[in-house]
């Protein structure tokens, strides 16, 4: 069974700009996860959807937002992009909700923003 | 939300050397995971263990629920065993959102 797959891996952005990034779960999974993860912030959740509904969101601000699609990949977009939004963005599915289910987690999209 | 504290934050271990690292959490959780990021960012799945004791391979782990706390052993360790090591956690006391720990970094030496 594949796992979860992330577009793109890299990405270079510049300030203001807006970026799209996308996340396939594991076949049969119906939740998706966002974490941001940063040298000085660690991970942190972003936002969790499961059958095309957020679920959960975590303390970041409205230029973070998603949605998930009703074959469950899901993506996120950030605008006006700051150059505090470098990090490793990380997705990860589970069969059900995060939080009563395992969580399998994609590789990755490193984000700079110049 | 809840606090997750892991400990020891560093680690360098002689190749072959057991190690145990610890996450303590504030709340009751329905959730807890263990896992490793390689060098690459990739975290990978070691155990989901919300209470009890699992073990696979060289590594096995314990969640005390009640007291609140999860420990991730490794025995014999080998230098692939390198990299940082995160319990994350999720509690329906705090909205189910997942928090993490700060990590474990460990390094193993030949």
């Known amino acids: 069974k594949a796992g979860v797959t992330q577009t793109p891996r890299y990405l270079i952005k510049t300030r203001g700009q807006q970026v799209t990034l996308s996340c396939s779960p594991i076949?049969?999974?119906?939740?998706v996860s966002w974490y941001q993860q940063t040298p000085g912030q660690g991970l942190q959740f972003l936002f969790e959807?499961?059958?095309?509904?957020?679920?959960n969101k975590g303390n970041f601000p409205g230029r973070f937002s998603g949605r998930q699609f009703s074959n469950s990949r899901s993506e996120m977009n950030v605008s006006t992009l700051e150059l505090g939004d470098s990090a490793l963005y990380l997705c990860?599915?589970?069969?059900?909700?995060?939080?009563?289910?395992?969580?399998?987690f994609g590789p990755g999209t490193r984000l700079t923003v110049t | 939300g809840i606090q997750v504290e892991q400990s020891p934050p560093d680690l360098i271990l002689q190749e072959g050397a057991n190690s145990t690292l610890r996450c303590n959490f504030s709340?009751?959780?329905?959730?807890l995971q263990w896992f490793h990021q390689n060098p690459w960012g990739q975290l990978i799945n070691l155990f989901y263990?919300?209470?009890g004791t699992k073990q696979n391979g060289r590594l096995s782990a314990t969640t005390v629920a009640t007291e609140r706390y999860s420990l991730l052993y490794i025995s014999s360790s080998q230098t692939t065993d390198s990299g940082v090591y995160f319990c994350?956690?999720?509690?329906?006391?705090?909205?189910?959102?997942?928090?993490f720990g700060t990590g474990t970094s460990l390094t193993v030496i030949p």
């Open positions: 263990i919300p209470s």
């Open positions: 076949s049969g999974h119906r939740s």
């Open positions: 709340d009751s959780v329905n959730n």
């Open positions: 994350a956690v999720a509690s329906s006391n705090t909205g189910n959102q997942f928090y």
């Open positions: 959807y499961f059958s095309e509904t957020q679920r």
């Open positions: 990860a599915s589970s069969l059900g909700p995060a939080s009563s289910y395992e969580q399998y």
